[in-house]
Nanobody, 124 residues
Framework: VQLQASGGGLVQAGDSLSLSCAAS????????IGWFRQAPGKEREAVSC????????FHADSVKGRFTISRDNAKNTVYLQMNDLKPEDAAVYYC??????????????????WGQGTQVTVSS
């Protein structure tokens, strides 16, 4: 099971970025995938999540209306479209899964697999 995050970069406030989380070794649509971020000196926080199966979504209040998580089963990839980026969105972004088939964004089993992070920097 491997997750590979990509798409980070340096942008200006108000710009957009699309992050990708490509999976290998398992079919993404059977597993919950979450995006998390960690800024320097801060704890890692959940940003967005898409459940297995029906694809129920979760977005943290801080990103609602600006970020959208989606899944392309044919490409076995989950995306995080980030619009209207703010300096406070700057962080290392990680995708992750609990590795439990059929699980949801409650992530009751905890995170078992993390992708490597991708840096998002937002200048004001």
């Amino acid at each position: 099971v491997q997750l590979q995050a990509s798409g980070g970069g340096l942008v200006q406030a108000g710009d957009s970025l699309s992050l990708s989380c490509a999976a290998s070794g398992f079919a993404l649509d059977y597993y919950v995938i979450g995006w998390f971020r960690q800024a320097p000196g801060k704890e890692r926080e959940a940003v967005s999540c898409i459940s297995s199966g029906d694809g129920s979504l979760f977005h943290a209040d801080s990103v609602k209306g600006r970020f959208t998580i989606s899944r392309d089963n044919a490409k076995n990839t989950v995306y995080l479209q980030m619009n209207d980026l703010k300096p406070e969105d700057a962080a290392v972004y990680y995708c992750a899964t609990d590795g439990v088939p059929g699980s949801t964004c409650t992530l009751a089993y905890g995170i078992r697999y993390w992708g490597q992070g991708t840096q998002v920097t937002v200048s004001s």
